[in-house]
């Protein structure tokens, strides 16, 4: 399995209702993709300790996941992925970090 995880910074100005519609649009890019087996998304849960690492915080983080990399590649070039991004984060200045991985070792506790 290869997972493909986005984090989403707003910019402090982006109204409530524009945050909900990118979410939504971000849904519905990836059911478009059609090589998605799985995706989650979800806001960030403020906690405490965030205080001390502001600068480190994202609003949302999303995750898709592949069977292989010839899905990813696919999914990475998609065009309702690729309108996702022109739109909403060049557009609105939606910051992001990625990070792609391989499953290697499963973390029991």
Known sequence: ???????????????ETDRARFRDELAE?????????????????????DDAATESLYSVAARWEFTDLEQ?????????????????????GIGVAFANTADEQEIRT
Do not use: K
């Open 29 to 49: 890019a990836t059911r478009r993709t059609g090589v998605v087996e799985r995706f989650t998304a979800g806001r960030h849960v403020p906690l405490p300790a």
């Open 72 to 92: 990813l590649r696919a999914f990475s070039v998609h065009p309702a992925m690729s309108d996702v991004v022109d739109v909403w984060v060049r557009r609105l």
């Open 1 to 15: 399995m290869i997972a493909h995880v986005v984090l989403y910074r707003y910019p402090e100005s982006m109204s």
